[in-house]
């Protein structure tokens, strides 16, 4: 929380390098604890951004991936203010509709607090790497991006 709109240092760092790459970035995901929600733009009202269709197809591939780690996790999918509640100020509706990045999430990670038990992290890093190569190995059902997924390309965990 700053005075105004990229007040604080690391704001502007986070906005700066986003604003110097946005024409390369398709997808943005903004990781939060906790409550195990796939959330999608919009959160500034309940109306359905025009690309809801796309998102949520996404955010199955996503889910998909995660379950592929624990088929018990479950994931609540849907805009944010319509899952949660109207929030102004979200990075993800600051990406799309600032930085013109056509594909914004937020994801809060499952667990039972802000700080989760050790014997989690490792776990839920395993669900979120499952996720965003499920993303990355089905980009071609939802964008035209350059990015590919390298099989040889391991989680580092």
Known sequence: MGDYAESEPETKAVVNTINKFKENIKIYISFHSYGGYWLTSWAHTTDLPQNYLELNSIGVHALNGIREQNEWV??????????????????????????GIPYAYTVELRGKGFIEEKTN????????WSAMKEIAVNQDDWSNSAVSFREDFKHPL
Do not use: C, F, H
Not at 74 to 95: H, K, N
Not at 121 to 128: H, T
């Open 121 to 128: 992290i490792i776990p839920i890093g395993n669900e979120m």
């Open 74 to 99: 479950r994931y609540s999918l849907g805009t944010a203010s319509q899952v949660l509640y109207i929030a102004g100020g979200t990075s993800m509706d600051w990406a799309r509709l600032k930085a």
